[in-house]
């Protein structure tokens, strides 16, 4: 009985801070990771995985716990995206623990990924592997079309092996960006802004998009987004770097927002 009393106080301390009422919201779970919520439908993208780099944000234990044994917000998940087989994305075990309790979610990620985690014939059903040059709409369900194309991966020639997805969700009409760990290169900048037309709602883009304002008239420019969530911040930037960045982006009168601490959430409006 404690242990049960124990998990449904963690829930509560942990998960009460990232499930609202309305529950149309784009939550903050791990350095990139975040959980979609939007009309009735949920997708997790780069949301479950153990301290890669310590720099980064890892998936604490409580929000483990509650993904794995699929209690409320995460009892019923339509998607699991990853754009990258990087430890700061994913985590191979910790993946199949949640596979293995969540019969009803599809899993979509780059072949790297899926590589690293062996003959699961029992699971296979649920899994989408990309190619490297899958462009388009790969995957479609009711009430979602789900987009994706490479784009070449930070760190040059670190990280020139790794594969890097970008995932364009549409929800209906509502479409949502995650490009991953993108470089800031022209030919990144030029792709998105090719895939994306228009624009979208939400584009969640990583730190390093914003270093100086040269880049962020880039950004301006080419990501057309209502909304821009920074995600994969070091873990000692504060909110006196947010404000910093705040101020920096203000002159090209773009609607931005931070996520640093785990567990806050943008509310999703049209």
Not at 81 to 89: E, I, M, N, Q
Not at 126 to 133: I, V
Not at 203 to 232: C, G, R, S, T
């Amino acid at each position: 009985m404690i242990r049960i009393s124990l998990f449904f106080l963690l829930s509560f301390l942990f998960f009460g801070t990232i499930h609202s009422q309305e529950n149309n919201q784009i939550s903050y779970i791990a350095n990139q990771g975040i959980f979609i919520e939007y009309n009735g439908k949920k997708v997790l993208i780069d949301a479950l995985h153990d301290e890669y780099l310590s720099h980064y944000q890892e998936t604490r234990v409580p929000y483990r716990l509650i993904m794995n044994s699929a209690s409320a917000p995460f009892e019923r998940v339509d998607l699991f995206l990853v754009t990258s087989a990087l430890g700061d994305h994913f985590d191979k075990d910790l993946t199949i623990k949640f596979f293995e309790k969540h019969k009803e979610s599809i899993f979509i990620a780059p072949e790297q990924v899926l590589d690293t985690m062996g003959s699961l014939a029992h699971l296979e059903a649920q899994f989408y592997p990309l190619k490297e040059t899958d462009n388009g709409l790969v995957y479609a369900m009711d009430g979602i079309n789900i987009q994706t194309f490479p784009l070449v991966h930070a760190y040059d020639e670190k990280g020139a092996w790794v594969d890097n997805m970008a995932y364009l969700l549409d929800f209906e009409g509502l479409k949502i960006l995650h490009v991953g760990d993108a470089n800031f290169l022209p030919e990144n900048l030029n792709r998105i802004q090719k895939e994306i037309g228009d624009g979208v709602d939400y584009a969640i883009l990583p730190d390093w998009f914003f270093e100086n304002k040269e880049d962020i008239a880039k950004v301006k420019k080419q990501i057309k987004a209502k909304k821009i969530i920074v995600a994969h911040v070091l873990k000692m930037k504060t909110a006196i770097y947010s404000n910093s960045l705040k101020n920096r982006v203000k002159d090209f009168d773009l609607d931005l927002r931070v996520f640093l601490r785990i567990g806050e959430f943008e509310t999703i409006k049209k």
